[in-house]
Antibody, heavy 121, light 107 residues
Framework: EVQLVESGGGLVQPGRSLRLSCAAS????????MHWVRQAPGKGLEWVSG????????VYADSVKGRFTISRDNAKNSLYLQMNSLRAEDTALYYC??????????????WGQGTLVTVSS | DIQMTQSPSSLSASVGDRVTITCRAS??????LNWYQQKPGKAPKLLIY???SLQSGVPSRFSGSGSGTDFTLTISSLQPEDFATYYC?????????FGPGTKLEIK
């Protein structure tokens, strides 16, 4: 059974940093690209960042570029999101998401339950 | 970036109704369009990928169609468990984008 379990969320002051982790199990982690998607309270889904299976291709939403860094450790079956210079608008539930390979359209086929990040003084 | 819009933003319907939700992309995305269902307090769930392919385990009352810039999600006969928020997503560009969502409520 595919499982994605996020951790590392919490309350942080504006301007500070936080590192999210995602532990993957139930599949061959290094066969898949992975992403972070966030959802502010009461709002819609926002794609944040994605990383290819070998970390060779990394992309970011404009809203986080230069502040967030995505990475992965295939030996540990883990995905990470280093978040620096946090702002109030980064407050959201952060989901770890697997990019499927069933078709070229690469849907997001498995989602974790999310970890909540609250940026407030 | 590719912008996604959805209509309507909310919809009231009854059990047994046929419902259609529309998604439009700001440029052609071929069939790189996926649909997700999200219930309150839960993670999104993949329903339809590649515009019209049903994800394994998803009931056949759900269907998707379209290509290019215009897409639809149809629920042929609403069931109580279908009341949720639905999002479209483009995966044509590596900078993925979601639509703003359509909240489907019980009439």
């Amino acid at each position: 059974e595919v499982q994605l379990v996020e951790s590392g969320g919490g309350l942080v002051q504006p301007g500070r940093s936080l590192r999210l982790s995602c532990a993957a199990s139930g599949f061959t982690f290094d066969d898949y690209a992975m992403h972070w998607v966030r959802q502010a309270p009461g709002k819609g889904l926002e794609w944040v960042s994605g990383i290819s299976w070998n970390s060779g291709n990394i992309v970011y939403a404009d809203s986080v570029k230069g502040r967030f860094t995505i990475s992965r450790d295939n030996a540990k079956n883990s995905l990470y999101l280093q978040m620096n210079s946090l702002r109030a608008e980064d407050t959201a539930l952060y989901y770890c998401v697997r990019e499927g390979t069933i078709t070229a359209e690469r849907p997001f086929d498995y989602w974790g339950q999310g970890t909540l990040v609250t940026v407030s003084s | 970036d590719i912008q996604m819009t959805q209509s309507p933003s909310s919809l009231s319907a009854s059990v047994g109704d046929r419902v259609t939700i529309t998604c439009r992309a700001s440029q052609s995305i071929s069939s790189y369009l996926n649909w997700y269902q999200q219930k309150p307090g839960k993670a999104p769930k993949l329903l339809i990928y590649a515009a019209s392919s049903l994800q394994s385990g998803v009931p056949s009352r759900f269907s998707g169609s379209g290509s290019g810039t215009d897409f639809t999600l149809t629920i042929s006969s609403l069931q109580p468990e279908d009341f949720a928020t639905y999002y479209c997503q483009q995966s044509y560009r590596t900078l993925h984008t979601f639509g703003p969502g359509t909240k489907l409520e019980i009439k």
